[in-house]
């Protein structure tokens, strides 16, 4: 038992020393200033795209930009293209906005909002990319919005954009920057130092579920649930961007909507109207949607798998000692994204994480009660 405390201790002195440096110090520094052609709007709409219906829907006053829709359905805003540079590796965007009356809308990324698209040789935005900087309903005060983004290689092109994506209400934007930055030299070490002690505890904290003894099947099958979990946490942008587009490939292919056809069956009532081929942008709509749906999903499964496992496994431990265990490693599993290059941690899968932990428990001992109940009595 004290073992299990000091391993615990030491999880959650590694999370804390993680969430630490990120939260706490400073990682970026400048090294290309500026990016953006009027970005403060001291030259008026000088140098971005414009894109609106009527004329009062974009509106300047003391270098505020006052973006306007009155309905549902439109997209007024402002947009410009900067072309990648050698050595542009991460740049960071960033912007004061504000936002008042912003209905929802029918897609979640319909909302005022900010963003920065990559783009590939061909001019096509890679949406499967990180790309939101801020997005908004409802009223907000004036606040400062950043994000440092890392370029693939694939990237030959960034789109600033700043819209009312087919919502009603008001944004305000200002100060636009984009800049290139690159890490501290001494956060890069802090963040390699991490890592190493990260891989050098992990051996020393698992060690125990590979042990010979009673339900070690069970224990290693919580080992490889934690590897999987860890897997997918780790697993790199682009490796998520390729399969994405295989995803992606695969359901708009030939043959998926050949099987659909055949999967169909015809109907022998009167000759419909002739219906208009369904778009191809409602098809990536979809698939887009399924993509993000299925990420949520897979943070509440593989957890809510895990801890039904482990509360199956070490059934006479109170649910109070499992919980503690399990919450941590939600917490840690999220945490060590701030370690990869290019992911981020967010509160919401962590959120998830935790959310997934407590059905699984919950589930795990309500099994272990309705088993016990069904035992004859002797």
Sequence with gaps: MILARSRLLVVLALVTATLVLFGLVERYQVRQPQLLQNGDFSNGLSGWQKKFDRADQLQLDQGILRIRSVQAGQSPGIRQIIERDPGMDHVRLSAWVRHTGVAPGLRIWNTARLLLAQRNSHGDRLWELP???????????????????WLPAQVNSVEIIAE??????????????????????????????????????????????????PARRRRLAVVLL?????????????????????????????????????????????????????????????????????????????????????????????????????????????????????????????????????????????????????????
């Design 226 to 378: 934690g590897a999987i979990i860890l897997a997918g946490v780790l697993l790199p942008q682009t490796a998520k961007t390729q399969v994405h587009r295989l995803a992606r490939d695969v359901l708009q292919s030939d043959w998926v909507a050949s099987i659909k056809a055949m999967q169909a069956k015809p109907k022998v009532t009167a000759r419909p109207a002739a219906k208009a081929p369904a778009s191809t942008t409602d098809g990536s709509v979809r698939i887009v949607l399924g993509w993000l749906a299925a990420q949520k999903l897979g943070h509440v499964g593989f957890f809510a798998l895990l801890a039904l496992t482990v509360t199956l496994t070490w059934r006479r431990q109170p649910w109070q000692r499992l919980c503690l265990y399990l919450s941590t490693f939600a917490v840690a599993a999220e945490t060590l994204q701030l370690l990869s290059l290019d992911r981020n941690a967010t509160p919401m899968d962590a959120g998830l994480n935790l959310l997934g932990t407590a059905a699984g428990l919950a589930l795990g001992f309500y099994m272990i009660r309705v088993a016990k109940s069904l035992r004859p009595r002797t």
């Design 131 to 149: 790309h939101m900087v801020n997005q908004g309903r409802g009223d907000s005060p004036w606040r400062r919005v950043s994000a440092v983004f």
């Design 164 to 213: 009312l994506s087919q919502v009603a209400g008001q944004m305000q934007v200002r100060d636009l920057s984009l800049e290139v930055v690159q890490e501290f030299t001494a956060f890069t070490m802090a963040r390699y130092g991490l890592v190493a002690v990260w891989l050098l505890a992990l051996p020393w904290l698992i060690l125990p579920l590979y042990r010979p003894g």
